[in-house]
């Protein structure tokens, strides 16, 4: 999976390189709000490694993430602990639809 910006934006994040963290991180809560959203679960929790990479085949600035994201998702229990158990998502209808 890869995540970009948009060009505009792009010369923020050269002058201010501490945005490339938030980067990552908003990164991972569009994947946790996919699987969300294709679970039905309000609380799933995907795993996933992230790259930043900030220069394109050009070797242009061009900040974006590379990641590996998992296809199923673990959830917390009531008393707020991980849970052992994985629960795949399955490809469907519904997930193709909705992303």
């Not at 009531?78 to 795949?88: E, F, H, K, Q, V």
């Amino acid at each position: 999976m890869g995540l970009t910006l948009p060009k505009m934006l792009r010369p923020y994040f050269l002058f201010h390189r501490e945005l490339l963290g938030e980067l990552a991180r908003l990164a991972y809560e569009t994947v946790r709000e996919m699987m969300v959203a294709a679970s039905d679960e309000p609380i799933a929790r995907s795993g996933m490694v992230a790259v930043i990479q900030t220069f394109g085949s050009s070797l242009k600035w061009n900040p974006h993430i590379h990641a590996i994201v998992t296809r199923g998702f673990s959830s917390t229990t009531a008393r707020g602990n991980l849970s052992p158990m994985w629960t795949p998502i399955r490809p469907s209808s519904s997930f193709g639809t909705r992303f």
